[in-house]
């Protein structure tokens, strides 16, 4: 899944609202997600809209356009937008490590933003914006493969061993995922796993079994994942006593426990990872399945 650039960007008229589709647009071609934020009217607004977004973004973007002009006995200078400061505010809030900020020259570093260090050259006119976005994210090595909520990696064959559930005793070879939270300021609560489709000759069908898949190591079905840690989950198993026979360790109350995969074959098997506050990710893995568990392979797709 492709990082996500939150982009607050003022747009009170049509050369703003041109410049956020520029970046935007170009962002898009380099791989990555946006969102471009829209003022709001409304709390309720803010919370289903400008906060939601934040916690699902993993870059942060600001733009900081001039608003009216300050006078003062000792001064003059521009505002800048409002709106755009307090989500700069809320974002900081959150933890971001990706953030990158553009002012444009005579506006205030107001707020939040006159404590954050930024060596992003200022901008005069619109056209300008953009090649500085470039030169920015290219110094900032950002890449759209950085997510700073939940990832999946490292999938592994653990070894042979005695498995006991609430439907018997099998001894099998286990497929592991790690799921990783890179949220630094935020747990995932109540992280579970489900086996959501599975692809047999081409022919895609629902999982028959989609109850929560176990912890690795873990007395249970669901788990924590302090920030900046990972857990594991046992994505599927052989039957080493019969090894054409694919099994998940999963919470579904039947027994006997049914294999999902019985015949040797090539398959396609689609996953999903839900949190608490976190958006929810799915990854497929492609499953060569031999019926000896020396020769049998998973790969991600």
Known sequence: MAGKVFISCGQSDKNEKDVAKQVSDWLKAQGYQTYVAIETQSILDV???????????????????????????????????????????????????????????????????????SNTPEFEKYDEVLPIVQKAI???????????????????????????????????????????????????LNTVARLKSLTIGGIKSIATDRSHLKCTGAPGYSN?????????????????????NIYLHSALDVIPRVPIITIPGYYLLEYEIFAESFPPISFSISLDATGNEETTTANFI
């Open 47 to 117: 919370n289903s809209g400008i906060i939601t977004e934040l916690k699902r973004a993993d870059f942060y973007l600001f733009i900081n356009f001039r608003r009216d002009k300050i006078t003062t006995t000792n001064d003059e200078f521009y505002r800048g937008s409002v709106f755009t400061n307090q989500e700069l505010s809320i974002a900081y809030a959150m933890g971001f490590e990706k953030m990158l900020f553009v002012n444009q020259k005579e506006v205030r570093r107001d707020g939040i933003f006159g404590y954050l260090v």
């Open 138 to 188: 290219e110094s900032a090595n950002w890449q759209p493969s950085f997510s700073r909520n939940l990832i999946y990696q490292n999938l592994c064959w653990g070894n042979s061993l005695i498995y006991s559930d609430h439907t018997g005793q099998r001894n099998v070879k286990c497929l592991h995922i790690d799921i990783y939270n890179n949220r630094p300021d935020q747990g995932a």
């Open 224 to 244: 924590s994942i302090w920030p900046n840690d990972h857990v594991a989950f046992d994505l599927l198993s052989i039957d080493l006593n019969n090894q054409s």
